[in-house]
């Protein structure tokens, strides 16, 4: 199985993980990486991200993305969970988790996909600070340059 789910409720890593091993073939081993809506060491405290996007278009990117993670890598299966609206500090706010033959490929796969969609797949932060003020945040170099190591 591949799918790209973008939601607005908070997910649950074991639930979707066995969604994806449930409906997947010849699992040798499995890999996933759920990133979470941290605090920032800013004047005032952040209390939330507030995550805009395209419907359809951001889903049809993140498959694209996975498309070319099996080019690279024989993966059985790939779940890519992520979330929209106003996600709260400490929430979970993206899943990826894939299933191989072997290790390398899930481990390889799973920061490939995870690098790549900080890098390009179409959703637009805001920051909300606990006193309601709020900021849109810009893309990272940081981001850009993972992504460009797979290709060196």
């Known amino acids: 199985m591949f799918s790209v789910v973008v939601q607005t ?3 649950k890593h074991d639930d979707e993980v066995n969604q994806l091993l449930e409906s997947s073939r010849n699992v040798g081993a499995s890999s996933s990486f759920v990133g979470y809506v941290r605090g920032h060491d800013h004047a005032k405290n952040l209390k939330a991200l507030f995550l805009e996007h395209y419907t359809g278009l ?3 990117e993140i498959m694209r993305i996975i498309e070319i993670a099996k080019e690279r ?3 059985t299966g790939c ?4 979330r929209v609206g106003e ?5 979970p706010i993206v899943l990826v988790a894939t299933v191989s033959s072997h290790r390398e490929a899930a ?3 799973t ?3 995870m690098d790549y969609l900080k890098a390009d797949a179409p959703f637009w932060k805001k920051e909300v600070f606990e006193d309601d003020s709020n900021h849109w945040v810009e893309a990272k170099l940081s981001d850009q340059n993972r992504k460009r190591r797979w290709h060196e």
């Open 73 to 75: 890598w024989a993966i």
């Open 58 to 60: 951001t889903e049809r």
């Open 87 to 91: 996600i709260p500090v400490g929430e």
């Open 107 to 109: 481990f390889h796969a």
């Open 79 to 82: 779940r890519v969970v992520h």
């Open 111 to 113: 920061e490939f996909i």
């Open 9 to 11: 409720d908070i997910f």
